[in-house]
């Protein structure tokens, strides 16, 4: 993958199903900011409460007013495992890879997941800095953006 937070490199190979918006529309503005190279979190417009994944309502408040907040696409990794077995006939000559879980300070400490890019043999260290690596798929009918992540040289 480049440094330029963009690359024509695929952190997994082609033939993975695209990712489909629900069609109640849901998450539809994290996909529009992934777009962007933007990464968006819900938050609740009453309490203020961040919450991944995306629902109707506040976990915390059980509020209905909840919203989209562009966040810093940096975090640091609260766990990560190195995936040897495919789950998809696609991804049969990518193993192994490394998935990740990752926690956003700016949003309240909600966690993400995605693929951590880089070296898959390497083991990097809970906590360790990670940032965004905005993955467009331009090829595709309908055009997408994912979100994976790789270490950072920043302290965490």
């Not at 933007?38 to 109707?56: M, S, T, V």
């Not at 915390?60 to 940096?74: E, S, Y």
Request: with cysteine; hydrophobic share 35%.
């Amino acid at each position: 993958m480049s440094n330029d937070k963009t690359t024509p490199e695929y952190a997994l190979p082609p033939g993975l199903p695209r990712p489909r918006p629900a069609a109640d529309g849901l998450e539809s503005p994290f996909w529009e900011g992934t777009r962007s190279h933007e990464l968006r979190i819900q938050r609740c417009r009453a309490c203020g409460g961040w919450q991944w994944g995306p629902e109707w309502l506040c976990h915390q408040c059980l509020g209905w007013n909840m919203g989209w907040d562009a966040v810093a696409p940096r975090g640091q990794l609260y766990a990560w495992e190195r995936v040897w077995h495919p789950t998809h006939p696609a991804l049969r000559e990518a193993v192994p890879y490394r998935v990740a879980l990752v926690e956003l300070p700016e949003a309240g400490n909600v966690r993400v997941i995605g693929t951590l890019v880089g070296d898959p043999l390497e083991s990097p260290a809970i906590g360790s800095a990670v940032e965004a690596v905005f993955e467009d798929h331009d090829d595709a009918d309908e055009p997408y953006t994912l979100v994976q992540w790789r270490t950072s040289e920043r302290s965490s």
